[in-house]
């Protein structure tokens, strides 16, 4: 068929909506028409060269939609019903998937380079996360289209396919965070308020959030954080406020220095996780005999979450207003306005532009 999909052409030109070729579905293979796809951060990071693409590239990996023809032998979802997308192939068959991290499948790609269903004049595009989601229309394996059934609006359901459930899921899955616990969250855009709501959900006591933005800390206080720092000083704070170390820190920020600050923060035995992007080079130094005093560091991808579990528990806490999705979305904007959703995100000051089909 022939949809419209906004295309990449190289890391600093605008974007171009285009009409585009978009085969199949074939067997095990779902259509969807996408009603809403959020600009994460990483399809930001994606341009900067974070992370692996090939231009031309169609980016977006954080939508909803709606099944709108399935190939031959799908059957876990049928035309019409409401998808999240999931970029997690959840192939069942590599060792992580048998052994129950969907999170961490071995099919999990940032690249499809020239291998896929999307064209332009007969030239193949790489579609970012096996997604490619800034387009009308996309077709993926049967278990990248989770279905979520949901009065959300799409514009908050969309979220749940990548910053939310990164977010979330890092605090309820990965720490485990359990009640009572004093939870530190640095770093206040979609996937810090996420986590915050995470911890606020699994029952922390104390929850301190530290951004260097005003706006954001404000935010941080809306979701369910009990203080929100500035960065200078913090550590300092924290360590006063909970006297002597917080349970858990969670790092929402890719940089190295918080990295470091969030594992500053912990008391003996406290658990650090990392959630923000950094660099493939960076590197940290720790002092090694800080981790005989149990202290722990351990990364979070995809909020450790089995896809196809989480996205339905999430969405009904959404629905009762346990998760609060309306903070995490400052901004709604019309597809055809891609180009300018790009230059807002980049300025940092939003939590999330979201695009609408
Ligand atoms: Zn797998
Ligand atoms: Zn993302």
Known sequence: MKTHAAIAFSADADFQIREVDLAGPGPGEVRVKMQACGICRSDISALEGKETIEFPVVLGHEGAGLVDAVGEGVLSVKVGDPVVLSWSPACGLCPGCQRGEHQLCEQINMTTGSIGPLSLEGQSLDRFMGLGAFSEHVVVPEAMAVPVQTSMDPRHSCLIGCGVTTGFGAAVNTAAIRWGESVVVF???????????????????????????????????????????????????????????????????????????????????????????????????????????????KGSIYGSAKPHLDFQKIASLGETAQIDFEPLVDKTRHFSEINEGFAEMREGKLTRVVLTF
């Open 187 to 297: 770093g206040c855009g979609g996937v810090g308020l996420s986590a915050i709501q995470g911890a606020r959900v699994a029952g922390a006591a104390r929850i301190i959030a530290v951004d260097p933005i005003q706006e954001r800390r404000q935010a941080a206080l809306k979701v369910g954080a009990s203080i929100a720092l500035d960065v200078a000083g913090a550590v300092k704070q924290i360590i006063g406020v909970t006297g002597g170390g917080a349970d858990v820190a969670i790092e929402c920020v890719g940089k190295t220095s918080t990295m470091l600050d969030a594992f500053n923060t912990l008391r003996p035995g406290g658990r650090s996780i990392v959630v923000g992007l950094p660099a493939y080079t960076d590197k940290i130094e720790l002092p090694v005999i800080m981790l005989l005093r149990e202290k722990s560091i």
